[in-house]
């Protein structure tokens, strides 16, 4: 998990409330990504950002917003609008900008969330 | 569309015997290919990472190789351990005009038994 932690590890919450994961990393790496994982699917890239106070909507953006204010800091919301929220969420960083490249991309420990 | 397809699914071999994990991708213009550790309810953790001109990498029991002309990637297990145990992802990296994207495979489950 190096140093990117993301809590709470496990979240719940009722349908059509907002939500928010947290992850943060002092690894000084400059691009922070969010993916979900699903049971049989591949982890999808929902944002990414590659410096402070810049992010890029990835594969499946729909239903979710993020802020970059701290290089340290990226932190992900599921609002209402996402249809099927409940996943596993996995924060990533990568020491240098761009969809990490060849560089290495070190994940977080995961916040599982159930919204029912 | 690019892909990465994995097999098998899962397996279920006992301590001590090796296994190989396969992946194979359609992912072009290729750039990079990764192996993942995924243990139950955490995040990945990097094994290997592979460039075009890699043919075989390894770290500790892990053994992956690459033949980019047939994109198709392997990861030999030696010697398993129970805590060998685990979701083994392979993702590949694609250059875009954007950079680089990775493309991650469903993952090969594995069980090692007593």
């Not at chain 1, 950002?49 to 992010?55: A, P």
């Not at chain 2, 750039?31 to 390894?58: A, C």
Request: hydrophobic fraction near 30%; proline fraction near 4%.
């Amino acid at each position: 998990d190096g140093g990117i932690t993301q809590s709470p590890k496990y979240l719940f919450r009722k349908e059509g409330q907002n939500v928010t994961l947290s992850c943060e990393q002092n690894l000084n790496h400059d691009a922070m990504y969010w993916y979900r994982q699903d049971p049989g699917q591949g982890l999808r890239l929902i944002y990414y950002s590659q410096i402070v106070n810049d992010f890029q909507k990835g594969d499946i953006a729909e239903g979710y917003s993020v802020s970059r204010e701290k290089k340290e800091s990226f932190p992900l919301t599921v609002t209402s609008a996402q249809k099927n929220p409940t996943a596993f969420y996995l924060c990533a960083s990568s020491e240098f900008p761009g969809l990490a490249g060849g560089y290495e991309q070190y994940f977080g420990p995961g916040t599982r969330l159930t919204v029912t | 569309k690019n892909q990465v397809e994995q097999s098998p699914q899962s397996l279920i071999i006992l301590e001590g015997k090796n296994c190989t994990l396969q992946c194979n991708y359609t992912v072009s213009p290729f750039s990079n290919l990764r192996w993942y550790k995924q243990d139950t309810g955490r995040g990945p953790v990097s094994l290997t990472i592979m460039t075009f001109s890699e043919n075989t990498k390894s770290n500790g029991r892990y053994t992956a190789t690459l033949d980019a002309d047939t994109k198709q990637s392997s990861l030999h297990i030696t010697a398993s351990q129970l805590s060998d145990s685990a979701s083994y992802i392979c993702v590949v990296s694609g250059l875009t005009g954007g950079g680089n994207k990775l493309t991650f495979g469903t993952g090969t489950q594995l069980k090692v038994e007593l």
